[in-house]
């Protein structure tokens, strides 16, 4: 099994490490692989070496389904304008949204990475505060294997193509014939599943204790079945959420800014809120990767002023083997 953590491909998330040869020392001491990187198109670091490659992650936009179906007046209701529409997806036309995929992936492949990562949601500002969706999972499904079936066309199969599960409106790992009809929809021989845990239990905002998230998370692993083989990785974190879900959404905030980018950064924490790529501290959480028996295992933390990002990949690893030991 490969494991990893999560890390931007940039000059200014590595800087505070010291370069690229201290955080792969530092990654090796603790048994792991690599990184699963994310290419920050404005701030791409030259200096990255492949070999610390263990996985990537490609860009996304959060909400791009109307800019893709090029829905003019409800962009224009969410961005204030189509300048700012241009600005945001920087261009007019779903063309160039292809475009700044297939570079992505052009890089990635250049890379030599194992498997890709892509994810599969819609979901605007407002949305991420009333819950109240534009799309369905269906809409949502729909157009992400249209958007996937082309940016793969003529692709040589020599990575691993991952979809993964969001709690917004698209693929959520929540209903298995949903599950069947994105994988059998994509026209790539080696797609799989990352599975993300944290954001499924992001989609029970019943949750209440980590033990909880285990067995709600295996509970959604086993109805799938047969489809669990097709679980190739796992985004490995925990979340819980719910209680703040149920008090900080319904509506929009009065006082949001008008102007999007400042919305957009007035919510980003509200998401970081609700999705809290937190370690897990219950050994019982080692079930889950027993029952799938992932070949790729990241660990998807956040990093914080309160638990730096290693610091907690370093308890996260403990707590796997202390699960490992029971």
């Known amino acids: 099994m490969t494991q990893c953590i999560n890390f931007p491909i940039s000059s200014y998330s590595i800087r505070p490490y010291g370069g690229w040869d201290r955080l792969e020392k530092q990654l090796r001491d603790m048994g792991l692989d690599g990184i699963e990187g994310i290419l920050d198109p404005d701030d791409m670091d ?15 936009y959060p909400d791009w389904l109307d800019f893709y ?9 969410k961005f204030g304008s189509m ?7 920087r261009g007019t036309h779903p063309e160039d949204l292809m475009r700044q995929f297939r570079e992505d992936l052009a890089y990635a492949v250049s890379m030599h990475t194992p498997y890709v990562v892509f994810h599969v949601s819609d979901v605007s500002i407002e949305e991420g505060y009333t819950y109240s969706w534009l799309h369905t999972d269906r809409e949502v ?15 040589e199969p020599t990575f691993e193509f991952l979809v993964e599960n969001q709690w917004w409106p698209g693929f959520t ?9 994105l994988l059998s929809g994509i026209d790539y021989p080696r797609t799989g599943i990352m599975l993300d845990t944290g954001h499924l239990m992001n989609t029970n905002t019943k949750l209440r204790t980590q033990a909880d998230g285990i067995e709600y998370i295996l509970r959604m692993i086993q109805a799938h079945g047969e489809l669990k083989k097709h679980i190739r990785g796992m985004h490995f974190h925990q979340s819980l959420s719910g209680a703040y879900v149920r008090k900080n959404t319904g509506k929009v905030p009065d006082g949001l800014p008008s102007d999007y980018f400042e919305a957009y950064s007035v919510n980003y924490p509200h998401i970081q809120n609700i999705d809290r790529h937190r370690p897990w501290t219950d050994p019982g959480c080692v079930r889950i990767i027993e029952e799938v028996s992932p070949e790729y295992l990241t660990h998807e933390l956040s990093s ?7 610091t907690a990949v370093r308890r996260q690893l403990d707590t796997i083997r202390k699960g490992q030991k029971h």
């Open 46 to 60: 030259p200096s990255f070496p492949p070999n610390l490659l263990a996985g990537y992650h490609m860009i996304f």
């Open 69 to 77: 179906r090029q829905n003019n007046r409800e962009l224009v209701r």
């Open 83 to 89: 300048d700012m529409v241009e600005r945001f997806y």
């Open 141 to 155: 499904l729909d157009a992400s294997m249209e958007f996937i079936n082309e940016l793969l066309r003529d692709t």
């Open 173 to 181: 790992f929540t209903d298995p014939e949903k599950t069947e009809y």
């Open 304 to 310: 914080g002023p309160q638990m730096p990002q290693l």
